[in-house]
């Protein structure tokens, strides 16, 4: 299994300072974001080991104002990091908060840590 949640955390930080894997605890500081690893799971399994894994993450946006450069700030991150996007959308949000959510999703060989997609 592949472990790259800190890594993300850690180059989301550089787009926004409230990032939390969990749902935000405090929307005072805007944009809001939250990234969880929706799945991790054994792409490629051979000579009794696993050799690649494939990985989803879904990131959700919520700002007063607008979503929109966050979402293409968020993009870049995880664009370098060899993340494709798979989706992108805004969500109707009952508080009237701007809400975006996206997916990004990628396989990773695991020696090597080489990224790419299907």
Same mark, same amino acid.
């Given at each position: 299994? @592949?472990?790259?949640?800190?890594? @993300?955390? $850690? =180059?989301?930080?550089? #787009?926004?300072?409230?990032?939390?894997?969990?749902?935000?605890?405090?929307? /005072?500081?805007?944009?809001?974001?939250?990234? #969880?690893?929706? =799945?991790?799971? #054994?792409? =490629?399994?051979?000579?009794?080991?696993?050799?690649?894994?494939?990985? $989803?993450?879904?990131?959700?946006?919520?700002?007063?104002?607008?979503?929109?450069?966050?979402?293409?700030?968020?993009?870049? #991150?995880?664009?370098?990091?060899?993340?494709? $996007?798979?989706?992108?959308?805004?969500?109707?949000?009952? /508080?009237?908060?701007?809400?975006?959510?996206?997916?990004?999703?990628? @396989?990773? =060989?695991?020696?090597?840590?080489? @990224?790419?997609?299907?």
């Amino acid at each position: 299994m @592949i472990n790259v949640k800190d890594i @993300i955390y $850690r =180059e989301l930080q550089s #787009v926004v300072k409230n990032v939390s894997d969990m749902y935000p605890q405090s929307f /005072s500081d805007m944009p809001a974001v939250q990234y #969880v690893e929706e =799945e991790n799971k #054994v792409d =490629e399994f051979t000579d009794d080991q696993e050799q690649s894994s494939y990985i $989803r993450y879904r990131i959700d946006i919520w700002d007063g104002k607008s979503t929109s450069q966050t979402a293409v700030d968020i993009d870049a #991150v995880m664009s370098r990091l060899g993340f494709l $996007r798979t989706n992108c959308q805004d969500v109707p949000d009952p /508080s009237s908060l701007k809400h975006k959510q996206m997916r990004y999703e990628a @396989i990773i =060989e695991c020696k090597k840590k080489f @990224i790419y997609h299907t």
